[in-house]
C-alpha cells in the first residue's frame, strides 16, 4: 500500500486544473478555454474560495478544483458522479436512497439523513447553500467547475462546514450564441440527452438554458411482484435558467439563477446480508408466538450482490423535486465592491422501502419531507491601503421549515408506527476576514464569525394506534446556540512558485433536537419542559473542531508540474453520533459522548509534460482516535469504531491526445479510485454482539475510461463520439449498510455501487 501511495503521488496529478489550461492563463467563469490550447505547461485556475476571485496556487488553504473540461470530458453533472476527486473525501449515497449523499472530509461525516440533523460539510450551487442531505443529489447540465475546500471553513461559510465546503459552480451566460447538444445510450437501456443554450445578448441582458433527461433500467431484476420487475432503476429531469444584466455603461450585474432536478425512480436495493441464526427475527421479537417463530430467514441472505430478487408487495419509490431561486446583485464602488444574494429553494422528497430485501414483510418504512429555506446574505469586498490589504465582510440570515412524516410497519405488520417530526431553523452570522501583506513574501490573513441559531420541534409518535407522544412547536423551549469561529493563516510566498502557510481554524456544527427519538421518559427533565421527552427536553449539542494546518503549494519543472502537501491537526469536541436503534420503531439516538484527535497528510499533483498529456492524482493518509468517548458512564474510547473514515485514499488520472488532423482530434481518459476499508457505524470493536466489523466496507478499486473523437467537421458545425464505461473491474462489494441489531435478530442489509455501465456519447456544438 505505501508503495502504490507513493507511486501515486511521484507519477500522478492533482484534480486542481484540468486538461484546457495552458501555461498562465487565468481560468474564470467568464473566460473558458477550449481543450486544443497551444501554451504548455500547467495553468492557472481562479477560484472564489474567500469570497473573490484568487488563483488557487495563491489561497492558503487546502482546495482542490476541477474543472468544467474535466467534468465533461467524464460526464460529471452531478456531485455522486465525483468518486475520490480531493484526497480525504469520501462521497457516498446514503443507505438505500439515490439523491441522498454522505459526504465526509477528513473523518467528518452526518451519516444520518434526517432533516433535524445538519451535515458536516456545507454544500454550495454558486454560493447559495444547500442545506439538507436529503435531494443533495440533484444534476447540472453545464459545470464550470466544483471547488472542494478541506478543513474547517467557519469563518466565511459559517454554519455546517466543520469538514469543509463543496461549491459547483456552473458556467455564466456568455452574452454569445452558443448550442451544445448530447445524446447518450448504454447498458440497461440507458438514455440520456442533454441540451445547453447561450442566447445573444440583448439589451444587457444575456441568457443560458440548459437541462438533461436521464433514464435506465432497474439493476436489479424482481422477480413474483406484479407491480414492477425492476429496481435500483433511474428516471430524472433538470433544468436551469440562468440570466445575466449589465446595463450599458454600468458596472452594475444582477444575476438570476433558477434550478430544477426530479427524480422519480425505484431505490437502490436493500439487499439481506447477514442474520445471527438460521430462524426469523421473529423468534426473537415474540418467542411465544407460533406464527412468528422458526421462519427461515437466512436462506435470503448473501454476502456477494445479486442481480435477482423477491421482495414483498409494499410500493418501492424514491421521488425528489427541488428547485431554487438565486438573484445575485453586484455594484463596483472604487477598491470596494457590495453583493446582495438572495436564495430561496424548495425540496419534496418522499421514499417507501422494503428495508428487509426478502418476500417477507419483516421491516417497511417510508418517508415524506417538506423542505423550504430563505437566505440573505450582504457582503463587502474590496482593497485598500495601497493593495496591501484585501478584505471581505458580511451579515447573513438563514431561515428553514423541515418536516417529515415516517410510517413503519415491522412483523408481518403486528408493529405499526407513525413518527412525524418537524423543525423551524432560524440562523443569523456577522463575517469578516482581511489579509495584509507586510512585505511581497508575507501576508497575514485573519478573519471570525459570529453565529446565532433559533430551533424549535414538534414530535408525534403512533404505536399501533395509541399516541405515544404529541409535542407541538412552543411545547418545549426552543434550542439557541451562540458559536464564535475564527481563523488565522499565515503565509510564506518563498519565491514565485512555492507558496507555505500555516492555518489554524476553528468549525462549527449546529446542535439540535432529535426528530427520530423514541426516548420519552425523563423524571428529571428541567422545569418548562414537557414531561416524558428526553433527547427532546435535552438537545444535542454543536460539534466543534479546532483545525491546525500547515501546508506548501508548489509549481515546478518549469511550470510542467503543480505538487501541493498539506498535513493538518484536527482536535473534535462534541462529537455527533448517530447510533441506529430498532427497538421499537426504527430510529437512531443522539450521542454528544465523543471527543477525537485526526491528523492526516495529503498530496496532489498535476503533470503535464507537453500540452498533449496531463496526468492527475492524489494521495492522502487519514489517523482518526478518539480521545473520550462515554457511553454507560464508561470511558470506551478504545473500543468504537469511526465511521466513514478510510486510512487511505487515492486517485490518478490520464488525459491524452492521441492524434490530430482535420477529420478532428481523437483522446483517451481513464480514472483509477481506492479506498482502504473503513467502518460505517460508530460501533464497539470488541466484546459485542454488535461489532463494526460486522458492517466494514472493504477496501473500493474503481476504474472508468473513455476515448472520444472531437472536433469533427459536421456542416459548419463540430461533433464528437465518445466511447465509454465505469466501474471496468466490476467492483462488486458493499460500500454501505444497516445494522439493525440484535433486536431484529442481527438482521443487516447491505448497498452495493452501480455494476459496469458503458456506452456511447455522441454530440455537437454549434
Not at 2 to 23: E, N, V, Y
Not at 118 to 146: C, T
Request: contains cysteine.
Amino acid at each position: 500500500m505505501r508503495k502504490f501511495l507513493a507511486a501515486t503521488a511521484l507519477t500522478s496529478a492533482a484534480l486542481i486544473a484540468g486538461p484546457a489550461f495552458a501555461a498562465d492563463t487565468p481560468q474564470t467563469a467568464q473566460a473558458p478555454q477550449s481543450a486544443d490550447t497551444n501554451g504548455s505547461g500547467v495553468g492557472e485556475i481562479v477560484v472564489t474560495a474567500q469570497k473573490r476571485s484568487e488563483n488557487i496556487q495563491k489561497v492558503p488553504i487546502a482546495i482542490s478544483a476541477v474543472s468544467g473540461q474535466y467534468l465533461e470530458s467524464r460526464g460529471i453533472t452531478s456531485i455522486d458522479g465525483l468518486g475520490s476527486i480531493a484526497p480525504n473525501m469520501q462521497i457516498a449515497r446514503a443507505p438505500s436512497d439515490k439523491t441522498i449523499t454522505q459526504i465526509s472530509i477528513r473523518g467528518s461525516v452526518t451519516i444520518n439523513p434526517a432533516v433535524t440533523w445538519e451535515p458536516a460539510v456545507g454544500l454550495y450551487l454558486n454560493g447559495v447553500y444547500i442545506a439538507k442531505a436529503q435531494g443533495s443529489v440533484f444534476d447540472v447540465a453545464d459545470l464550470e467547475r466544483i471547488e472542494v475546500l478541506r478543513g474547517p471553513q467557519g469563518t466565511l461559510y459559517g454554519r455546517n462546514a466543520l469538514a469543509g465546503a463543496v461549491n459547483l459552480v456552473p458556467r455564466a451566460p456568455t452574452g454569445k450564441f452558443d448550442m451544445a447538444v448530447e445524446a447518450t445510450y448504454g447498458n440497461y437501456n440507458y438514455a440520456k440527452g442533454k441540451v445547453v443554450l447561450d442566447l445573444p445578448e440583448w439589451n444587457g441582458f444575456s441568457v443560458k438554458l440548459s437541462g438533461q433527461i436521464e433514464r435506465r433500467d432497474g439493476f436489479i431484476k424482481v422477480v413474483g411482484n406484479p407491480n414492477y420487475n425492476s429496481i435500483n432503476n433511474l428516471d430524472a429531469k433538470s433544468g436551469m435558467v440562468q440570466i445575466h444584466y449589465q446595463p450599458a455603461g454600468s458596472k452594475f450585474t444582477a444575476d438570476y439563477m433558477f434550478d430544477y432536478s426530479n427524480h422519480d425512480e425505484r431505490p437502490d436495493y436493500s439487499q439481506l446480508y447477514s442474520v445471527y441464526t438460521d430462524h426469523s427475527v421473529y423468534a426473537i421479537f415474540d418467542p411465544k408466538s407460533p406464527s412468528y417463530s422458526n421462519i427461515p430467514l437466512a436462506p435470503y441472505a448473501s454476502t456477494t450482490r445479486q442481480s435477482t430478487t423477491s421482495i414483498d408487495g409494499n410500493p418501492e419509490f424514491e421521488k425528489s423535486e427541488v428547485f431554487g431561486h438565486a438573484l445575485i446583485l453586484s455594484l463596483p464602488l472604487g477598491n470596494a465592491t457590495l453583493k446582495s444574494i438572495t436564495a430561496y429553494r424548495w425540496m419534496h422528497w418522499s421514499d417507501s422501502t422494503d428495508l428487509d430485501g426478502s418476500p417477507l414483510p419483516i421491516a417497511f418504512t417510508a418517508r415524506n419531507t417538506r423542505f423550504h429555506s430563505f437566505s440573505q446574505e450582504l457582503q463587502a469586498t474590496g482593497k485598500a491601503l495601497d493593495d496591501k490589504l484585501n478584505y471581505v465582510a458580511g451579515l447573513f440570515f438563514y431561515s428553514e421549515y423541515a418536516a417529515t412524516d415516517n410510517p413503519q410497519s415491522f412483523f408481518f405488520g403486528s408493529a405499526n408506527y407513525l413518527s412525524v417530526y418537524g423543525q423551524h431553523t432560524k440562523a443569523f452570522a456577522a463575517y469578516t476576514q482581511a489579509d495584509y501583506s507586510f512585505t511581497d513574501q508575507f501576508k497575514l490573513t485573519a478573519g471570525a464569525r459570529y453565529t446565532h441559531e433559533q430551533k424549535d420541534i414538534r414530535k408525534l409518535l403512533v404505536a399501533n394506534g395509541t399516541t405515544v407522544a404529541d409535542i407541538q412547536f412552543g411545547d418545549i423551549p426552543d434550542a439557541k446556540y451562540d458559536s464564535f469561529t475564527p481563523a488565522l493563516t499565515l503565509s510564506y510566498q518563498a519565491n514565485r512558485d512555492i507558496n507555505l502557510y500555516a492555518r489554524y481554524a476553528r468549525g462549527f456544527k449546529s446542535g439540535g433536537f432529535n426528530g427520530e427519538t423514541n426516548i420519552f421518559f425523563d423524571p428529571g427533565a428541567p422545569k418548562g419542559c414537557l414531561d416524558g421527552a428526553t433527547e427532546l427536553c435535552h438537545p444535542y449539542k454543536p460539534e466543534t473542531v479546532n483545525s491546525y494546518e500547515l501546508g506548501v503549494k508548489s509549481r515546478l519543472l518549469d511550470g510542467h508540474m503543480v505538487l501541493n502537501l498539506a498535513a493538518f491537526w484536527d482536535e473534535h469536541r462534541n462529537i455527533q453520533l448517530s447510533v441506529f436503534t430498532a427497538s421499537g420503531a426504527a430510529a437512531s439516538e443522539v450521542l454528544n459522548a465523543a471527543g477525537a484527535r485526526v491528523r492526516g497528510l495529503e498530496a496532489e499533483l498535476t503533470l503535464r509534460p507537453v500540452d498533449a498529456i496531463t496526468f492527475h492524482g492524489s494521495a492522502a493518509y487519514l489517523d482518526t482516535k478518539y480521545e473520550s468517548y462515554i457511553d454507560g458512564g464508561a470511558d470506551v474510547s478504545n473500543n468504537r469504531a469511526f465511521p466513514h473514515a478510510p486510512h487511505y485514499t487515492a486517485s490518478a488520472s490520464l488525459d491524452a491526445r492521441l492524434a490530430r488532423g482535420n477529420w478532428g482530434t481523437f483522446s483517451v481518459s481513464g480514472d483509477l479510485n481506492y479506498t482502504s476499508s473503513y467502518f460505517t457505524f460508530p460501533y464497539a470493536l470488541t466484546n459485542s454482539q454488535q461489532t463494526a466489523y460486522q458492517t466494514q466496507a472493504p477496501a473500493q478499486l474503481f476504474l472508468n475510461a473513455r476515448a472520444t473523437v472531437a472536433q469533427i467537421p459536421l456542416g459548419g458545425t463540430t461533433a464528437q463520439i465518445s466511447i465509454w464505461g465505469k466501474n471496468l473491474a466490476n467492483f462488486k462489494k458493499p460500500d454501505n449498510f444497516i445494522d439493525f441489531g440484535p433486536s431484529f435478530g442481527g438482521l443487516t442489509v447491505a448497498y452495493f455501487p452501480d455494476p459496469r455501465t458503458y456506452g456511447v456519447t455522441i454530440g455537437a456544438k454549434f
